[in-house]
């Protein structure tokens, strides 16, 4: 395996964004056990369009998120493509935290907990985009890695805790230039406040062809992926 151009370990409870360069992949691995990792994901160089999780889901037939599927835009371009993971589930139903999620473990400051602090992934989302002048005009349904929400018949909804283990993997190769914003605050179903950190890394990748999984999986994955390479043609 090729050397990382870029590493960053998230800490537990805490958020980091980063540009993903088209053709390099983001390699996401869980340092401890029940991680989960909210990420949100733009076009760089396309300030009106974002990741659209209903339309990812419903184009490609899939209550969650697993290779190879392809994470689609608004405009229908592929964003990013998931080439592989150690786990067969990634939960993109059951949202982002909200303060309300966090409020229920007590209250939190940095003048009281510091590094501990604890914070929604909503708050966290909105520091890093602040960074990169977004605001909460930006925020979407985002796809919370290394988490399980199973559905019921009725359309329940059920965390399943214990989904991951610390080296659990997934791997997202970008299809145009990407900016990435991940939070590692627990799932907002998760009823135990134990943040595990998440490492980063982002690699060089090989070109692919009309072969490759994500390609031939759907249709509509095709489709999302022509139009991903429209935009560098």
Known sequence: MSQPLLE????GGAAWSLLVRAGRELVLTAAGPGANCATLLFPAHDAADRLNVPDTLKAQMSACI???????????????????SSLGWHDCLG???VDAHV????TSSYAADRNAWRRSARALFLLELAKHGRSAADLHACVNFF???????DGSLTFVPGH???GDWVRLRAEVDLLVVLATAPHP???VWAPAAVRAEVRPTAPYGLDDPSVTFRDES?????????VFA
Do not use: C, N, Q, W
């Open 8 to 11: 960053h370990e998230i800490p």
């Open 66 to 84: 697993r290779p190879p599927l392809v994470l689609m835009s608004d405009r229908g371009v592929g964003l990013a493509s998931v080439t592989g």
């Open 95 to 97: 949202g982002h935290s």
């Open 103 to 106: 409020d229920r473990f007590g």
């Open 147 to 153: 988490a399980k929400v199973a559905t019921g018949d």
């Open 164 to 166: 991951s283990a610390s």
């Open 189 to 191: 179903m998760d009823p």
């Open 222 to 230: 095709a489709r999302a992926l022509t139009e991903a390479r429209a």
